[in-house]
């Protein structure tokens, strides 16, 4: 292939993912997205869930140039190798180690995690039709709406609270396990209370069914009356919500464990290996090492390993750190989390003005959410579209102009990871 076209811009086809979470029909920003950047008939009934932009084997993008028109990224990637820059090259080989997203989420996803590297190696060999590649799979979300979810433990003073508040836990996990972390006070060291946190949880997420069902069947009565005297919490508010989506569903009770986080548009949220977490609604852009690691335990009516996931956490407790984001120009933020593999900028540039993504050392795919504008990059330009979906290679610089305000998302490696030494 001429270098020349090697190093031109590749206009993509994005995937998409129609897991029942998701938003139905023209409610959906990924169906808005997939009609625009495919074409694609969006059906009112169907839920869309994640419209994917990579090189992941469960749902690759593809070329959508007319000489190269159903190719894979990936394919393609293999075949000019130079376009990702011999760093990421050295250490990634010739495929994306990121892969970008944008999720429309109507009810909450599974309480889950993602593991480690040396973890995901170990399940991918032992359960290949679950965990699909041996990656890890840290992950930040960027709320395009208000965005909720469960993120973490709570602190130690909280989780006391819960367990002196929440009789139905203190039935499910024995009075045992919960005077274990009630009898903790300051002076016992970090590991004690670890250790009587995982206890505790993992005890709650391995309750029968039977017991769970009227565990949450008295939660809800006992809510209902308590509503007649007080304002619920937001907690309690969101437990019943859930209850609705999972009925009987241990994931319901187990929310009362987690931090409930509230992202407004333009914050981020980042999440390690094994740290537990749920995306409870909203719109957000996503971007993760390229895997599709996930164990699941609750919230979910997929395959569930809650040995695997209790025992793999951090047990970190803790409200967790919110990305702002801070300014690359007037027009471009940008949110570094503490992960090689990615970063993710956000530009917003109003009608008639220009902005230039500088030259960066690895490969870039962008996604124009909103408007429209004229790309400049070396001698050549190309006129874009909201839903359409780019990747640029490693060296190039890009000047933007709008002709209405735009709005778009970059997803490349962590600028970081070019800075090391």
Not at 101 to 117: E, F, G, Y
Not at 230 to 244: I, Y
Not at 304 to 314: E, N
Request: aromatic share 10%; with cysteine.
């Amino acid at each position: 292939m001429a270098k020349a076209n090697a190093d031109k811009l590749k206009r993509l086809r994005a995937w998409v993912q129609n897991y029942d979470w998701g938003r139905c029909g023209a409610d959906a920003q990924v169906a808005r997205l997939l009609a625009l950047n495919c074409g694609a008939k969006v059906e009112l009934d169907r839920p869309y869930a994640e419209l994917w932009m990579g090189t992941h084997d469960s749902g690759p993008s593809f070329l959508a140039d007319d000489e190269e028109e159903n190719m894979g990224l990936k394919e393609w990637l293999g075949k000019n190798p130079n376009v990702l820059g011999h760093k990421v090259l050295e250490k990634w080989g010739s495929d994306l180690p990121f892969l970008f997203k944008v999720l429309s989420v109507a009810k909450a996803l599974s309480i889950q995690a993602h593991p480690d590297k040396e973890l995901a190696k170990e399940l991918h060999k032992l359960q290949p039709n679950l965990y699909k590649d041996g990656n890890h799979k840290p992950e930040m979300a960027l709320a395009i709406t208000e965005f909720r979810a469960l993120c973490g433990f709570i602190t130690l003073e909280e989780l006391k609270g819960v367990l002196e508040d929440v009789p139905e836990i203190v039935e499910l996990v024995g009075s045992a396990s919960a005077n274990q972390v009630l009898d903790i006070d300051n002076r016992d060291g970090a590991e004690t209370v670890k250790s009587a946190l995982e206890s505790v949880f993992t005890q709650l997420m391995s309750a029968s069914k039977e017991m769970t069902t009227k565990a949450i069947s008295k939660l809800k009565s006992r809510l209902h009356i308590k509503s007649q005297l007080r304002c619920l919490t937001e907690k309690e508010q969101l437990v019943l919500h859930l209850e609705k989506q999972y009925p009987g569903d241990i994931g319901v009770i187990s929310a009362f464990f987690f931090n409930y986080v509230k992202l407004n548009p333009g914050e981020a949220l980042y999440l390690g290996a094994n740290e537990p977490h749920a995306y409870l609604s909203g719109e957000c852009i996503e971007c993760m090492a390229t895997s599709d690691n996930v164990v699941r335990a609750g919230l979910t009516p997929k395959h569930r390993d809650i040995q695997t996931l209790c025992s793999m956490l951090t047990y970190k407790q803790g409200y967790p750190e919110i990305l702002k984001g801070f300014p690359l120009s007037p027009y471009i933020t940008r949110y570094l989390p503490p992960f090689d593999e990615f970063e993710v900028d956000r530009c917003i540039l109003p009608k008639g003005h220009s902005t230039v993504f500088p030259a960066i050392p690895g490969p870039s795919i962008f996604l124009i959410f909103l408007g429209e504008g004229t790309l400049y990059y070396g001698s050549w330009e190309d006129m874009v579209n909201e839903g359409d979906v780019l990747f640029a290679p490693a060296n190039t610089e890009i000047t933007i102009t709008t002709t209405s305000e735009l709005q778009l998302y970059r997803a490349g490696v962590n600028s970081r990871f070019f800075h090391a030494l």
